[in-house]
């Protein structure tokens, strides 16, 4: 009779780790071809993105290796948006991890 584990799946959001910063940002899977926009460190999901050094068309060229970089650097996938990323919230910590680990 009961239909509370239903509307607990659907009330929890599956959160997907941000290829670039780590933290679960992403409402879709790195592979969904979305354009989701990290609000941590504005890195932009990129379906065809395979590995770190494969350039994102999606974040004008830039690659996840760069992206890394410039987020450990400075806070942000580019000094440009840096005004427009936030930290981390708490249930970004955490999340669905697919294994996509390049
Ligand atoms: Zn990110």
């Known amino acids: 009779m009961s239909l ?8 929890t959001p599956a959160k997907y780790p941000c290829p670039c910063c780590g933290y ?13 926009i990290c609000r941590v460190c504005f890195w ?4 065809f993105v395979r590995n770190t050094l494969d350039p994102s068309v999606c974040n004008h060229g830039m690659t996840l290796q760069k992206g890394r970089a410039n987020f450990k650097k400075f806070g942000a996938c580019v000094d440009d948006m840096l005004q427009h990323v936030r930290p981390p919230e708490e249930d970004e910590l955490s999340g669905v991890d697919e294994g996509v680990n390049f």
């Open 44 to 47: 932009e999901n990129d379906a």
């Open 24 to 36: 679960y940002t992403f409402p879709v899977s790195a592979n969904t071809n979305h354009g989701f």
């Open 4 to 11: 509370t584990g239903a509307d607990d799946s659907r009330t």
